[in-house]
């Protein structure tokens, strides 16, 4: 487990589902995220059953908070190559009531940490919708930054076209 003063980082867990469930579903929750076709909540289940261990790969943790004990979030890091030392990270907070709480904040930094330490990245990237101004905040907040735009890539729900930002954070850039 990876912890910091408002979360710790853990694996997930089958009992998980109802949570990730209830966020893929909240408009609010998934308004910039790109979502597969809908599941129900026994594929849910079934995926955190079977979801097959964390690898270099790809490494998907929970956002726990440490002070309500329950999960309110998730952060991975994907497509890691060793050998160019490069991944890809997606995180969202799913409680809503945990927003601008400085949870998303620290869950970055600790999973960043752990790229770099652990797995050896040199450079972790990212994708994020052009409108997504709370997240574009935390992300130059924790030193990434905008290396691109990707001109209407992202259908959101609302059938519309957005840009997105590609950033990245090299390990000396991280702001701990």
């Known amino acids: 487990m990876l912890t910091g003063k408002l979360v710790r980082l853990r694996a997930i867990e089958p009992s998980d589902a109802e949570s990730i469930y209830r966020w893929i579903h909240d408009p609010a929750v998934g ?5 597969d076709h809908p599941r129900s909540l026994a594929q849910l289940r079934k995926w955190g059953e079977e979801r097959p261990v964390n690898k270099y790969e790809n490494v998907v943790l929970g956002i726990e908070s440490i002070e309500a004990g329950k999960l309110i979030g998730v952060v991975d890091l994907r497509d890691a190559r060793p050998e160019i030392g490069r991944a890809e990270l997606d995180i969202y907070i799913g409680e809503t009531d945990h927003w ?3 949870y998303g904040t620290e869950a970055l930094k600790l999973m960043c940490r752990y790229g770099f330490n652990v797995m050896r ?3 972790i990237a990212l994708w994020v919708v052009a409108e997504n101004e709370r997240a574009r905040h935390v ?8 290396d691109g735009r990707h001109r209407e890539c992202h ?3 609302d059938g519309q076209y957005h840009d997105m930002y590609l950033m990245s954070l090299l390990e000396p850039e991280l702001n701990d």
Not at 31 to 35: E, F, K, R, V
Request: charged content about 25%; cysteine-free.
């Open 31 to 35: 308004q910039y995220m790109t979502n």
């Open 100 to 102: 601008d709480g400085g």
């Open 121 to 123: 990245l040199h450079l």
């Open 139 to 146: 992300y130059r907040k924790v030193g990434f930054v905008e």
């Open 155 to 157: 259908r959101g729900p």
